[in-house]
Structure formats: structure tokens, C-alpha cells
């Protein structure tokens, strides 16, 4: 199906070999995502979300862009599954980066 053809797309988007050659399209994914999940299905906008969110950086600026988008999300009731994996998003990237820190904090 066409969703499952746009779903394999945006898969292959982030590759960790290419980070500042997709690092442009971060803020355009922030800027687009609440309007994606206004008015596409639940499971495009969902695939947006999972496969296009801007991958974790050493400097934290994925997580500010995720508590901006957040903060721009509100108590909107018809973007509570986008309040979740943003909450949920940015709860993991936290986690990765107290990991690093503590493997970096070993190593030294």
C-alpha cells in the first residue's frame, strides 16, 4: 500500500553516516509535525513521528527542539498521541545521553 511505500521512505531518511547532511531538515520537522498530526491518519502521522524525528545529538539540542514542540503542542486535546512520543521521546534521548556521560566518565 501507499502507506507502507512512505513508511519504507521514511525509514531510510537518518542514517548516522549523513547526520549533517539531514541536519538541515531537523527544524523543518518541528516546524511541520503538529500539522502532520492534524491532518493526516494516525498512522502516517505516527510513521512522520517515528521515522523522520530528528536523531539524539551530543549537545541536546534534539531534546530543546522536542520540548519546544511540546511547549507549542499545549493541552490541545487533538495531539494527545503527539504529547505522548514527544514525552516519551524526549525521555529516551535523556536516557541515552546520562549514558554516555556515565560510559564517558569510566573511560576517563
Not at 542514517?15 to 502516517?44: E, G, N
Not at 541536546?60 to 490541545?76: N, P, Q, S
Not at 505522548?84 to 524526549?90: A, L, S
Amino acid at each position: 500500500s501507499s502507506a507502507h511505500m512512505e513508511q519504507a521512505a521514511m525509514a531510510g531518511f537518518h542514517r548516522r553516516s549523513q547526520r549533517a547532511l539531514t541536519a538541515p531538515y531537523h527544524a523543518r520537522f518541528h516546524a511541520a509535525v503538529i500539522d502532520v498530526f492534524k491532518t493526516r491518519s494516525k498512522q502516517i502521522a505516527g510513521g512522520y513521528f517515528a521515522y523522520l524525528s530528528p536523531p539524539l545529538d551530543d549537545e541536546g539540542k534534539a531534546i530543546e527542539a522536542l520540548r519546544a514542540t511540546l511547549a507549542a503542542v499545549g493541552d490541545d486535546p487533538a495531539l494527545t498521541i503527539l504529547r505522548r512520543q514527544v514525552r516519551e521521546r524526549i525521555d529516551q534521548h535523556e536516557r541515552c545521553l546520562r549514558c554516555r556521560q556515565l560510559d564517558a566518565a569510566e573511560e576517563a
